[in-house]
């Protein structure tokens, strides 16, 4: 850690009309930021959520009768992070394992590590075009959901590498030589041991990981489609082979595409609820992860 | 530490859980099948292909099956949504995708064999590179130059419009509108709406290029949505998207747009939409029934019903 | 959350390189089977490279589809050419390279000041409950999806600024302003809980000390806790930085989209907006022109990675967002 460097001489003397001047600016910008989030929590679910109704959730839109429904993007969401989360779970926790328990070369896990940073820094867009001209050009897999995942799967990966590698920090050496010492041989003792204590980092990187699946538009729009008008048909590949939009993506289209700003509210007010019930999943599991850290 | 996990476990499982329910409804609401009336939830989604609306009365005796892939123009999209839903309503074992995807690309991955019908709503280009297709044109679309309700301008011609879109023109009281900047709002380029609107009032030549600080946006809906929201605005879209709730079609030479000056030819500015197929190469049974479909009576019933003029 | 833990167990917790190998009772894992013991240990490995094979297949991938546009355009003209006319086969992204540059740098401007502030107050001076539920809110600023950023932003930002324009006498539209304020709103959670850990992971007797010689409150927070939490700080910026400069969907819904060198008040196009804008329309050399734009960012996204990578090594800042 660096030292005070940056201490001056220290004035005593008071100044006071100066100190209360920053004071106030510091209350007063942090009220700002408090009324401004809950401003548009309000706004956005008083515009959204009248649009909400039981068919709003669960058809299809029907351009004969003009009515309109989320039900297909709620599927296309739903399938792409599911089948994400099951290739980059396994994947996630495995880097991590390999990073916290076998990597011996300090390269090596800065490397990994540094790889990771990178992802997580990457923006959407880029992720976007990426899938496009790998998954859905070179992979031959066209504009599908299956192109989605895939992209997607690359971008939460180092979300739940990260919080595994932190749960599977926070298990004391003493197990590990414990079990180790006990005759266990190291892959049983990862199985029995280390897994199960590092679940709850898996979670947490499971959330994380919705959340941003949920948010994201760009690379989606790019690589899965734009559209969701009916409910992707065939078998379960035939699905994931066609293209479809998720929730955020059709919120791109009803706001700016259709112009349509009540169905654009209606799904805002959708994702929020999704929003805020992650992130007070969130907050239960990092309340959990306290308590039984030590 | 037991019961931690224990929650923690119970809410993993849970989401598990809601996630495999989820897919498994749509598992079992999917496949199409006439017995589409077991989906779990509620019936909503499967219901109106059930009960049915006006045109079911001529559908073919052999069922049809399979997915027929299409894609192209983002301008036909409302109408094509439209067919596209009532064709399957009437054939509940056809797919027809539609990617929307520009009209561009409509065309190359036509000719590609990607797609087997593409959509476009522009010709096709004669210098060679979009060979190899035969375009069916299956209604003509009014492009509408739209401005803000509060506008108070009445009429624009040819000379006016390139003016404002090559900038030349700056304020609403030179063609007939409030004391105000005009703030010209355009569509991005290769947009099919963006080179017949060029094409026909004569911008994008070498000497009338669109000026650069024309605000720029992705989609028609997206011209109305601009359009609206900002009381100087002007744009150009497809006539089958106006909303005169949220924007004023303003006439042009004199001629307000509209349904019966569209067929009586006295409105000018229009382009006609198409369905792309491989010269020469064979529809399989689906597609052709929706080629069939679109061209025929209930089709063009459809693209009446949408503000666009039938071919037929 | 999770960094306030990890600190204090560190020490008794197995590094990379800790009880592993050499603690293993060796006899024990030979007869537990070792050719399962060696396949674990390659599959683990193959895990860890993923991330890395996706990094090296993305820039080989970025590189392979953007180059050929740069190498045809010219590199000259295609970052300092000032026209962007795919129609007649002129693709200068100059304008969005500023564009992009301009909105980026006053979003950093306008928000790491702000951020600084409400994370002092979140850190020292807020009473717990106030700041349990602050945090609590800027974490949802920070989950809520981009496109709902872009809604409220065509809807709340740009009708405001509307009405500047016409004060003003200029046309109403999108503009550079307008970007910047949607800007900071999204990288402020960012620069907010980065700055906040920093602060709080300053050893509290520097603040006793300057208190004990006799420094106000606000004193010693800003002459010693700020600046000893500087390069934690200073890696929020650069991850709002990053933040920013890739954004795409809010930004144009509110931006105006004109490629045009930025003036506040003006349509402005970043370099991530054109992507998605003229994405479906583009075929041959303007797609290959977009990809062209996908290779800039890129480049200049590694640039602010590895100025991150490096202030988290130098720093011991850890990034937890």
């Known amino acids: 850690m660096s030292e005070p460097a940056g201490i001056g001489p220290i004035t005593v003397k008071k100044r006071r009309g100066g100190e209360t001047a920053l004071y106030g600016l510091i209350y007063l910008l942090s009220a700002g930021i408090l009324v401004m989030v809950l401003y548009f929590v309000i706004y956005i679910l008083t515009r959204g959520i009248p649009a909400v109704t039981p068919a709003f959730l669960t058809t299809a839109p029907n351009p004969i009768e003009k009515t309109v429904g989320i039900f297909p993007s709620l599927v296309n969401t739903l399938y792409i992070i599911f089948f994400s989360l099951l290739i980059a779970v396994p994947f996630g926790v495995g880097g991590a394992i390999y990073l916290n328990e076998y990597a011996k070369h300090r390269r090596l896990t800065a490397l990994i590590e540094f790889a990771a940073g990178v992802l997580s820094g990457i923006p959407s867009i880029l992720y976007g075009i990426f899938g496009y001209v790998f998954f859905c050009l070179l992979l031959d897999l066209k504009v599908s959901l299956l192109a989605g995942v895939l992209t997607l799967t690359i971008m939460v990966l180092p979300i739940i590498l990260r919080t595994t590698q932190e749960a599977l920090r926070t298990v004391p050496v003493s197990y590990r030589e414990g079990a180790l010492g006990l005759g266990a041989a190291k892959w049983h003792m990862i199985r029995t041991l280390l897994l199960p204590c590092s679940l709850k980092g898996v979670l947490a990187g499971v959330i994380l990981s919705i959340g941003r699946m949920v948010s994201e538009s760009a690379a989606l729009l790019l690589v899965a489609g734009g559209s969701a008008m009916y409910m992707p048909a065939g078998s379960l590949f035939d699905q994931l082979a066609s293209s479809g939009s998720t929730l955020s993506v059709e919120l791109y289209r009803y706001a700016y595409s259709r112009g349509d700003n009540e169905t654009a509210f209606g799904i805002a007010a959708v994702l929020l609820f999704i929003v805020i019930t992650l992130n007070i999943l969130t907050r239960l599991v990092a309340r959990r992860l306290t308590a039984t850290g030590h | ?312 | 959350m999770s960094r306030r833990r990890r600190k204090p167990n560190r020490p008794r917790t197995s590094g990379p390189a800790g009880a592993g190998p050499s603690a293993r009772p060796v006899g024990a894992v030979r007869r537990a089977g070792a050719p399962v013991e060696r396949a674990m240990h390659g599959l683990f490995l193959l895990c860890g490279l993923l991330a890395v094979a996706a990094v090296l297949f993305m820039a080989v991938y970025m590189v392979a589809s953007g180059g050929p546009v740069i190498a045809k355009v010219g590199p000259g003209p295609f970052l300092l050419g000032q026209t962007w006319d795919p129609e007649r086969a002129q693709f200068g992204i100059l304008p969005m390279i500023l564009a992009s540059l301009a909105a980026t740098l006053g979003a950093v401007l306008v928000a790491l000041p702000a951020g600084i502030l409400s994370a002092v107050f979140l850190a020292k001076l807020a009473p717990p409950r106030i700041a349990a539920a602050l945090r609590a809110l800027i974490d949802l600023l920070a989950g809520i999806p981009s496109v709902v950023y872009g809604l409220l932003g065509a809807l709340l930002i740009a009708p405001a600024i509307f009405r500047l324009q016409t004060v003003l006498g200029l046309p109403t539209r999108g503009s550079l302003l307008a970007a910047i304020l949607l800007l900071v709103i999204m990288i402020l959670p960012t620069i907010i809980s980065v700055s906040e850990s920093a602060i709080r992971s300053v050893p509290a007797p520097y603040e006793d000390a300057a208190l004990a010689l006799g420094s106000t409150r606000l004193q010693s927070l800003f002459k010693v806790t700020v600046p000893a939490a500087r390069s934690g700080i200073a890696a929020g910026a650069v991850l709002g930085t990053g933040r920013a400069i890739g954004e795409a969907m809010a930004v144009i819904m509110v931006a105006g989209n004109a490629a045009i060198l930025p003036e506040l008040l003006k349509p402005v196009r970043l370099l991530t907006a054109s992507i998605p804008l003229e994405w479906a329309y583009s075929g041959g050399l303007h797609r290959e022109a977009l990809y062209g734009i996908g290779l800039t960012l890129f480049v200049f996204i590694m640039i602010i990675n590895i100025v991150l990578n490096h202030m988290i090594k130098k720093g011991g800042v850890s990034l937890d967002v």
């Open chain 2, 1 to 312: 530490m037991k019961k931690t996990t224990g929650i923690l476990l119970a809410l993993l499982a849970l989401t598990a859980a809601l996630l495999f329910t989820a897919c498994g409804a749509t598992d079992a609401g999917t496949p199409t099948p006439p017995a589409a009336a077991d989906v779990p939830p509620s019936s909503p989604p499967a219901a109106p292909p059930a009960d049915g609306t006006p045109a079911e009365d001529d559908t073919p005796a052999p069922p049809l099956s399979g997915v027929v892939k299409t894609g192209g123009s983002t301008s036909v999209e409302t109408v094509m949504n439209a067919l596209i839903f009532q064709f399957q309503a009437d054939n509940t074992g056809v797919t027809v995708d539609y990617e929307m995807n520009g009209s561009g690309d409509g065309i190359k991955n036509t000719i590609s064999g990607l797609y087997e019908i593409g959509h476009s709503s522009r010709e096709l280009k004669s210098d060679g590179s979009e060979d190899g297709l035969d375009a069916i044109a299956y209604a003509i679309d009014g492009i509408a130059v739209v401005a803000n309700l509060e506008n108070t301008v009445s009429d624009l011609t040819k000379d006016q419009l390139l003016g404002i879109y090559t900038g030349a023109v700056s304020n609403w009281q030179d063609v007939g509108g409030p004391d105000a900047p005009i703030t010209v709002v355009t569509r991005e380029p290769g947009s099919g709406t963006r080179s017949a609107f060029a094409e026909i009032i004569g911008l994008e030549k070498d000497d009338t290029p669109i000026a650069a600080d024309a605000s720029v946006v992705d989609s028609t809906g997206a011209v109305q949505t601009t359009v609206s929201q900002n009381p100087n605005a002007i744009g150009y879209m497809s006539f089958s998207d106006v909303d005169d709730t949220k924007v004023n079609a303003v006439p042009y030479e004199g001629v307000a747009i509209s349904t019966d000056t569209l067929k009586s030819g006295d409105y000018l500015l229009k382009r006609e939409f198409y369905l792309l197929t491989r010269t020469g190469a064979a529809l399989s049974p689906a597609a052709q029934a929706f080629t069939d479909f679109v061209l025929g009576a209930d089709g063009q019933r459809i693209v009446a019903d949408n503000k666009l003029l039938p071919i037929r």
